[in-house]
């Protein structure tokens, strides 16, 4: 399995970007896909996660109403469309494979597979 992230760079506060996350080795309309953050010298973060069959989304409180997390099946791919960017966003953004299709979608550790990360700078 094989988790390619990237749309990640620079922007302005309060300026918008799409991340996406295509998926190898395993279709994601059969398994939780999800966002994860790192900023410098904090730990990971839960963002958002998409549910297996689609149906249900999941934010973490600080980007509920900002970022939307959505998929196309067609391509395998996972996006995450952060809009209201804010300083505080800055971060290596992982996304993540849950093969198991665990109901604690904002643990980390029930992610087996993961991204190289992308890089986003929310900065005037």
């Known amino acids: 399995v094989q988790l390619q992230a990237s749309g990640g760079g620079l922007v302005q506060p309060g300026g918008s970007l799409r991340l996406s996350c295509l998926a190898s080795?395993?279709?994601?309309?059969?398994?939780?896909m999800a966002w994860f953050r790192q900023a410098p010298g904090k730990g990971r973060e839960f963002v958002a996660a998409?549910?297996?069959?689609?149906?249900?989304?999941y934010y973490g409180e600080s980007v509920k109403g900002r970022f939307t997390i959505s998929r196309d099946t067609a391509k395998n791919t996972v996006y995450l469309q952060m809009n209201s960017l804010e300083p505080e966003d800055t971060a290596v953004y992982y996304c993540?494979?849950?093969?198991?299709?665990?109901?604690?979608?904002?643990?980390?550790?029930?992610?087996?597979?993961w991204g190289q990360g992308t890089q986003v700078t929310v900065s005037s």
């Open positions: 993540a494979l849950d093969p198991k299709g665990n109901s604690d979608y904002w643990v980390e550790s029930v992610y087996d597979y």
């Open positions: 080795g395993r279709s994601i309309s059969l398994n939780n």
């Open positions: 998409i549910k297996w069959s689609g149906r249900s989304t």
